[in-house]
């Protein structure tokens, strides 16, 4: 019986014939000379190169072994496949697409949630494409969208990374493609029939490294931006694909015999809302996020269909709260455990809760049954507490909670006074309230700085929704933005340093700060500046309501939404 087995993995893998293979090494009878070839037909096929990486891994020559030697071997392959199967993220599968010379490959890092991916082809133009693909499959209207970059200064300047939409696989297949490639030439591409030539509309922004693709109907929107930047969008229409289609990021090396790698971070595949949705009965889904602010490299921590809002971090850096379908819970940072923080009878809490500087104290808005559903202010310890104690008294208003004097003597909130929403400042332990501005128009979002002296808000009394700077009494507002965006919630680092806000479209009514709308993250300087993107995201109300940085400043916390 020859103890020479021959392994050349090139194929993906049945994990069905894999537990056959693996039953068949560890039997202590080893198995007929035909089982033996049996098991090296399918343990050649078992498992998915793509999967693993291709400096630690490649056999294509004999391996000698001993048949119970093998089994630990065995289950490390796998093990490794097992990992293929569900290692690719957001995505299903990875294919080349087309006759490609040099197979590519795509690997997913679970920790910082991003994706690499190796391809070769030799061009995705004319009737055919040769591509490396990563890709799942969606149905009806979608945003994609990622931060990509190739690796290295590359071969040929026409090598190309971005998103796909595809009919099928073939590599004549329709569809439409946000590219970028390696000259910084950015372009929406497409092709209208089968086998037909590739078009494309080329975009006055060159050198993209956020790249984000949306479909409409049978609307096509290319959106792309070097990071920190505003997007500059490429908009087709005419190219009627299939409701069903695969979608995903790919690499082509615009050379056969090469292979180029990119990496992508901040992935996401979202799928929004229905255009008739009626805000405040129909949610979506939404992922928990953090971000790096140095480098806006972002993680999800917890997808939930349900909505979810509003996280504050909280000062010992050891947790999130944030609040859903009226209660509020804690995610743990460390173990990821979530458990309900008991707030008593203060159960139909909206967005608007606050922890105190010290982190002892949580603010809360609750609407209360006393005043026919209006919210009112209430505090609790920030472990929780069944009996919350209130502040703003009976009668008064509609009150929504947004910041704590650094002292914990006072609350600052939006409230509805005879009609007409101001910033108001109250005495915890009297209730006794203080107007701070006096506008017809909205003022909201009031924070104090860290040190008690200033107080951040966004107001629409210059037209736009802008932030602004007043003094802790109310006098001496300073408009911080004017730029045409409707600018809500300036959160203060710890450090005082640095302000970050959301930025919802230009075209919305500046009063409002709704659900599900393409916002940004911008941040700018403590003393005021230039404001800069940080974050490109699908969300709006709920997204960051709420200081949310951690306690080192280095880190935010926030919300956006997809259907799940």
């Known amino acids: 019986m020859t103890d020479v087995w021959k392994f050349t993995y090139r194929r993906y ?3 069905a014939k894999a537990q056959v293979a693996i039953a068949l090494i560890a039997n202590s009878r080893p198995p007929s000379r035909v089982s033996y070839h ?3 037909q399918i343990m050649s096929i078992c498992i998915p190169i793509n999967s693993i990486s291709m400096r630690t891994f490649r056999p294509t020559y004999p391996i000698k072994m001993q048949p119970k030697s093998l089994l630990p071997f065995c289950v490390l392959l796998i ?4 990992c293929g199967q569900q290692g690719h993220g957001l995505f299903d599968r990875s294919t080349d697409i087309g006759d490609c010379k040099t197979p590519g490959f795509a690997q997913y890092n679970p920790e910082n949630q991003t994706y690499r991916i190796g391809g070769a082809g030799t061009n995705m133009w004319f009737g055919s494409d040769e591509f490396h693909y990563l890709w799942t499959s969606l149905q009806g209207d979608f945003i994609l969208r990622a931060e990509a970059h190739f690796e290295g200064t590359g071969v040929d300047p026409h090598r190309k990374l971005g998103w796909i939409v595809k009919n099928n696989l073939d590599p004549n297949s329709m569809h439409v493609n946000a590219s970028v490639h390696g000259d910084g030439l950015t372009s929406l591409q497409y092709r209208k029939a089968v086998g037909a030539d590739t078009e494309e509309r080329i975009s006055p922004a060159k050198g993209a490294n956020v790249i984000q693709l949306e479909r409409r109907g049978d609307t096509y929107i290319m959106s ?7 997007f500059t969008s490429v908009e087709l229409d005419g190219v009627v694909l299939d409701n069903e289609v695969y979608v995903g990021i790919y690499v082509c090396s615009h050379n056969p015999e090469v292979l180029e790698t990119a990496v992508f971070r901040n992935v996401r595949i979202i799928q929004p809302a229905a255009p008739d ?12 996020e953090i971000m790096d602010v140095a480098t806006g490299h972002r993680q999800i921590l917890y997808r939930s269909a349900h909505s979810i809002q509003a996280p504050n971090w909280t000062t010992d850096d050891k947790a999130l709260i944030y609040n859903s379908k009226g209660h509020l819970y804690r995610y743990d940072l460390s173990d990821h455990n979530i458990q309900p923080l008991n707030t008593g009878f203060a159960t139909n809490n909206n967005n608007d809760h606050v922890l105190s500087f010290d982190g002892t104290l949580l603010g809360i808005s609750h609407h209360d049954r006393e005043t026919d559903g209006a919210s009112a202010l209430y505090y609790l310890p920030s472990s929780g507490d069944s009996l919350p104690r209130r502040v703003t008294k009976p009668g008064v208003g509609a009150s929504y909670l947004h910041g704590w004097s650094p002292d914990n003597t006072k609350m600052i909130f939006t409230g509805n006074r005879k009609g007409v929403y101001n910033i108001y400042e109250v005495t915890v332990a009297t209730g006794k309230e203080k107007k701070l501005t006096d506008e017809r128009t909205l003022d909201d979002g009031s924070e104090y700085s860290p040190d008690g002296k200033y107080i951040f808000f966004n107001s629409m009394r210059a037209g736009d929704m802008d932030l602004w700077r007043m003094e802790a009494d109310g006098k001496n507002p300073v408009r911080l933005t004017s730029d045409g965006y409707n600018d809500w919630f300036p959160h203060v680092s710890p450090d005082m340093k640095w302000i970050v806000f959301i930025s919802f479209p230009k075209d919305i009514d500046p009063a409002d700060h709704p659900f599900y709308k393409h916002c940004l993250l911008r941040i700018m300087p403590y003393e005021g500046g230039t404001p800069r993107v940080i974050g490109y995201l699908y969300g709006g109300q709920g997204s960051i309501n709420v200081p949310s940085w951690s306690p080192d400043s280095k880190k935010i916390a926030f919300v956006t939404n997809t259907g799940l």
């Open 224 to 230: 792309t931006a070097m990071y920190g930047e505003e």
């Open 13 to 15: 893998a049945n994990f």
């Open 38 to 40: 049996k098991i090296a």
């Open 277 to 288: 949705f009626t805000p405040y009965r129909d949610y979506l889904g939404s992922n928990l």
């Open 79 to 82: 093990a490794n496949t097992l």
